[in-house]
């Protein structure tokens, strides 16, 4: 009887142990889930990058003397998503001003051929980034692919010449890791992160 | 030997779908996987099992198509290492384990997954036409949508597919199977 059953069991266990593993724990079905999860159980450590800005002067990736920096990766003639999550990216901005909280927003733009320093400044206008507190950038084409992949950023060209891409607001810490990743309506849930880390 | 040759068929078409499956989750899932797993079923079609196997190859064949139906996976299966594993996988893991267990599965057992099957779809096709955010990352939401309505699709055409012998009975005899092939009775029974 065991004998018999014994295979089974087996497979069964074995079975149930790689799906396990495959959806860490039943925790991650989609690769969004799973790299929000492995962010967050393994900070990565973001490289010196330096980007352009509306006013083609250079700006740091990293952090500077322990502020927090927020990125949303963008592109400035987006249609749907890019739009609303600026508007949230705004609020984000004024409650943190409010607050008197030392972080810094980035929309870096996926797109750097397309979206040169006048078409950057065009997005900034239309959604009050003044360059002070929320700035646009790019990346220079060639630094774009690490990019993309440090954050994995998936962006896929659409039908109608624009793009789709995973938005999220990614949240690099003081000491220089990317350490989190957020819904861009998740406003709240971004400023009790921002708030908790601040030394 | 024909059995093998119809099966290196089958894995050079899904493998000569690369770039379709790049372009499309249709083509992917319901046209590259379902081929390379029929290189497997195809590379089995005349071994045999002991009847003390059938359940361990049959949890075997379930765990591989849970795994590969994960959406993340879906996506990891565009990268190299993933396109190596889903080929590998697929036909060995899923399409060779479940050719080998079907003929022990008794019709109870056999209705029940077929069953599953339909139920499955149907939730995957309603999931992939309303979800509220991108299921995967490597793919539109347009093609999302598509994806949602082959499934509903194909749960359509396996629900009639399934219930004529259930309603009108078996045929005979399959036409094109040679009377004096091993498996042309387990086919029929």
Redesign the interface.
Known sequence: MLA?VL??V???V???G??WQ??DGAQ???????RRLDVVQSPRQVPKVLLEDMTSRPVPLLPQAGEVVLVEFIYTVCGDICQIAAADFAEIRDRLQAQGVKVRLLSVSFDPERDTPEQMAIYGDAHEADGIMWTIARPEQKALPELLDLFDV?V?P??WGGY?H?AAIHVITGDGRFSAVYDTDAVDAVLAHVNGSRP | MRMICLALLAFAEAVALRDAAVASPVQHVLVQMPLLVLAGVVAAWNLKAPR??A???L??A??TF??WM????V??ALSPAGEAAKYITLPLLLGVPLRLSWPWLGPILRGFLKANALSMLGVLGFLYTHAP??????????AQQDLGFAFLYLAAALACLWAIPVLFGHPRRLRWAAPDTPNAELEVK
């Open positions: 018999r295979p089974s087996l497979a069964a074995i079975g149930g790689i799906l495959a959806t991650a079905f989609t690769s969004e889930a799973a998936t896929i659409d039908e789709q995973n | 003390s196997w359940v361990p190859l949890l075997a379930l765990t849970l795994f994960l959406p993340r996976n996506d990891w955010v991108r299921i995967c990352n490597s793919y539109l939401v347009s």
